[in-house]
């Protein structure tokens, strides 16, 4: 069972400009998520989170939004560089042991 | 402080045989969680161990096992090969709660 999906295996956009990765989760347990990003040849590197208490965090250029009546999160990128060109991962648990991913969206950022 | 680290890097072995995949943990971290990547897929929770006991265990056959030392390193092993096994091993280690730190990964090849 796919308990979190991203339905976008890919994303291209423009340098500068703002990128929105989605992902969407059907277990109500979950109580935290994440997100990480992959370079090739490389472990998933952790890039934010948020637990279900909160609607949004913010890092620098990167914000996770949540929206728990929908199941729903997004984390936007503003603005895109090029190297964030990389597969982002949306990774979701209830009690951090069992920790669901995405299958991953690839996101291109052209100069 | 060092980061996770996984041995050996890629492996090339024939079905029915058995693997042994190690990982030391990021200094300061009890837990260490192994997953299982297929190609364009997310990573897929294979178990957890906190303070040498399995803490949770995903949808994985029996001929999967793990050990976790009192060091925190860890080993994963696969029993009886299958071709279906060839695929990145993951292992991410964390404090008690928090976020888990991914390792670059093992790249198994099961012929």
């Known amino acids: 069972d796919q308990?979190?999906?991203?339905?976008?295996?890919?994303?291209?956009?423009?340098?500068?400009?703002?990128?929105?990765?989605?992902?969407?989760?059907?277990?109500?347990m979950f109580d935290y998520f994440l997100w990480y990003k992959k370079y090739p040849a490389?472990?998933?590197?952790f890039l934010i989170s948020i637990s279900s208490i909160k609607d949004k965090n913010e890092d620098g250029r990167f914000t996770?939004?949540?929206?728990?009546?929908?199941?729903h999160l997004s984390l936007h990128i503003v603005p895109s560089q090029p190297g964030d060109s990389a597969v982002y991962f949306c990774a979701a648990s209830d009690n951090n042991?069992?920790?669901?991913?995405?299958?991953?969206t690839r996101l291109t950022v052209k100069p | 402080e060092t980061g996770v680290t996984q041995s050996p890097t890629h492996l090339i072995k024939t079905r029915g045989q058995q693997v042994t995949l190690r990982c030391s943990s990021?200094?300061?971290?009890?837990?260490?969680?192994?997953?299982?990547?297929?190609?364009?897929?997310?990573?897929?929770?294979?178990?957890?161990?906190?303070?040498?006991?399995?803490?949770?265990?995903?949808?994985?056959?029996?001929?999967?096992?793990?050990?976790?030392?009192?060091?925190?390193?860890?080993?994963?092993?696969?029993?009886?090969?299958?071709?279906?096994?060839?695929?990145?091993?993951?292992?991410?280690?964390?404090?008690?709660?928090?976020?888990?730190?991914?390792g670059p990964g093992t790249r198994l090849t099961v012929l």
């Open chain 2, 26 to 102: 990021q200094s300061g971290h009890n837990t260490v969680s192994w997953y299982q990547q297929a190609l364009g897929q997310g990573p897929q929770f294979i178990f957890q161990y906190y303070r040498e006991e399995e803490n949770g265990r995903g949808n994985f056959p029996p001929r999967f096992s793990g050990l976790q030392f009192p060091n925190y390193s860890s080993e994963l092993n696969v029993n009886a090969l299958e071709l279906d096994d060839s695929a990145l091993y993951l292992c991410a280690s964390s404090p008690t709660t928090g976020v888990q730190f991914f």
């Open chain 1, 64 to 71: 996770v939004f949540l929206n728990k009546s929908a199941k």
């Open chain 1, 3 to 28: 308990q979190v999906k991203q339905n976008s295996p890919s994303l291209s956009v423009q340098e500068g400009r703002i990128s929105i990765l989605n992902c969407d989760y059907t277990n109500s």
């Open chain 1, 42 to 45: 490389e472990g998933p590197t």
């Open chain 1, 97 to 104: 042991n069992d920790m669901r991913f995405g299958a991953g």
